[in-house]
């Protein structure tokens, strides 16, 4: 079985330009989670979709950061426009979860993201 | 404070022996997850308890919900067992993380 895609694996790119990071959950899965890693801060979570409904986005920095799940098999993370403060490593989980509910989660590779 | 906190920070130990790394969190949960990330990055979901006691292999997990603790137990550690382990609980709809610890085990 394919697990959570992310892509791309890393992504450099200049302060104020756009940045789209895109996840694949895992088939049948029916709640995707976004999460940030920095060293200073550790993993956060910044938004989490169930049946491609924003659940919960209480954890996205600011306004320049959206995120969107157009359909059970693909979401995007986008930063408009970024910020070196930005620069992390980015993961996409999955999980077959209902809404509140527990089960493990699925972690994609993660995106490693650097603005310079 | 931290809501999730984890201890130790950093362990090196021998291999071969018993590693036990805590978790204690300071919210009302639904549940706690452990974590295992690799120095290549890529994380790994190893547990998820919401009571009781968990194992898979040589790794044992505990949760005691009274005390709002749980521990990561493995056993006959190995070198391969070198990682960060983190932990994470659930919290109405927000999840919250610990620090991590970062285990090494020497040859």
């Known amino acids: 079985d394919a697990g959570v895609i992310q892509s791309p694996r890393h992504e450099v790119t200049e302060m104020g330009q756009e940045v789209t990071l895109r996840c694949k959950p895992i088939s049948g899965h029916n709640s995707l989670f976004w999460y940030r890693q920095t060293m200073m801060r550790g993993l956060e979570l910044l938004i989490y979709?169930?049946?491609?409904?924003?659940?919960?986005d209480s954890g996205m920095p600011e306004d320049r950061f959206s995120a969107k799940m157009p359909n059970a098999s693909f979401s995007t993370l986008k930063i408009q426009p970024s910020e070196p403060r930005d620069s992390a490593v980015y993961f996409c989980?999955?999980?077959?979860?209902?809404?509140?509910?527990?089960?493990?989660?699925?972690f994609g590779d993660g995106t490693r993201l650097s603005i310079l | 404070k931290n809501e999730v906190e984890q201890s130790p920070q950093n362990l090196t130990a021998q291999e071969g022996e018993f590693i036990t790394i805590n978790c204690s969190y300071s919210v009302g949960i639904s549940a706690l997850h452990w974590l295992q990330q690799h120095p290549g990055g890529g994380i790994v979901s190893l547990f998820m308890?919401?009571?009781g006691k968990k194992k898979h292999g040589r790794l044992i997990a505990t949760i005691n919900i009274q005390e709002k603790h749980s521990s990561l137990h493995i056993t006959a550690s190995h070198p391969r067992d070198s990682a960060v382990y983190i932990c994470?609980?659930?919290?109405?709809?927000?999840?919250?993380f610990g620090k991590g610890t970062r285990l090494h085990i020497l040859p």
């Open positions: 989980a999955s999980s077959p979860a209902q809404t509140g509910g527990n089960q493990p989660q699925h």
């Open positions: 308890l919401s009571s």
């Open positions: 994470a609980v659930r919290s109405g709809y927000k999840i919250i």
């Open positions: 979709f169930n049946n491609n409904v924003p659940i919960d």
